[in-house]
């Protein structure tokens, strides 16, 4: 898996390459009946991407895709010693998704050697592995097919399956298709349909400000669709962050109110009635009386 000379990563500039990551999320949240992960929103795919909490997340998730793209069955569990088997037989039927990736040989000697390298060829390997997920894997290629009929034929579509939404993009015009990922957060990306730019990512906006900046953006192109989208940002997705950003006001002033009052708790003496404030100094624990 040895990663061709052309194939540079956005890591000289960045941590890794922002496309590729996007790409990872949304099929994690797109065939989430069939990976089986519990990621649900970009943080926590940054934070095992990262191994915030240690590599357990990370090394999970990566077993999942490889599974996937292995065309386990959706209930398969790999264990760590199926890790170097498994990922030089797919590598050999990937090449093409290979040469244009970061992807170093030794990630295949073993989890712990994937783990080790730097999280632009973390990023790296699980966009591989989603790439040759969606090539190879039969459940998943038949989900796409199943909403690609629905798409060609609108009035057979009676209803989306929510995990098969984010399948159509948000908006395309003039070659440009604009993707909106997240549930209870949103990331608007702009996916240029040029052959040169085909299949990159670009992150556009992902908080309120960011999506007005946007649409007033937008708003200065002569094209309906242009100003259209830009209406859409602005009266659903704006107001949908802003009450999420109130939601989580709300809950950091709770939990301040609930860490308040828990300082101002006090205890009896059972044998003495007497009432007493709590004291957390470790030199006065000894002192009180139970």
């Known amino acids: 898996m040895s990663p061709s000379a052309n194939s540079k990563t956005e890591a000289a500039n960045a941590d890794y390459a922002p496309g590729n990551f996007a790409s990872v999320f949304a099929f994690a949240t797109t065939f989430s009946s069939v990976l089986r992960s519990d990621i649900r929103e970009p943080e926590e795919l940054e934070d095992a991407i990262r191994c915030v909490d240690g590599s357990e997340k990370l090394r999970q998730f990566a077993l999942l895709l490889l599974a996937t793209a292995s065309n386990k069955p959706p209930n398969a569990r790999l264990s760590e010693d199926q890790w170097p088997k498994l990922c030089n037989e797919l590598a050999a039927d990937s090449v093409a998704i290979l040469r244009k990736l970061q992807v170093p040989e030794a990630v295949a000697d073993s989890i712990d050697s994937f783990v080790d390298h730097d999280v632009a060829v973390r990023v790296d390997v699980l966009f591989w592995l989603a790439e040759a997920a969606v090539a190879s894997n039969s459940t998943v290629k038949k989900l796409i097919d199943q909403e690609v009929a629905k798409y060609r034929k609108p009035s057979a579509a009676t209803h989306v399956k929510p995990e098969l939404v984010r399948l159509q993009p948000f908006a395309e015009i003039a070659r440009q ?87 101002n708790v006090h205890i009896y003496d059972t044998r003495t009635r007497k009432r007493q404030r709590v004291n957390y100094e470790e030199d006065n624990l000894s002192a009180l009386d139970f």
């Open 177 to 263: 298709r604009y993707w909106l990922f997240g549930s209870k957060t949103r990331q608007l990306y702009l996916e240029s349909g040029s052959q040169r730019g085909k299949g990159k990512l670009e992150l556009l906006a992902q908080t309120p400000d960011e999506f007005t900046a946007v649409a007033n953006e937008l708003r200065t192109q002569r094209t309906h669709a242009h100003k259209s989208l830009a209406d859409g940002l602005v009266e659903d997705v704006v107001p949908f962050l802003e009450t999420q950003m109130r939601k989580r006001v709300r809950v950091e002033k709770a939990m301040q109110r609930q860490a308040l009052a828990l300082a």
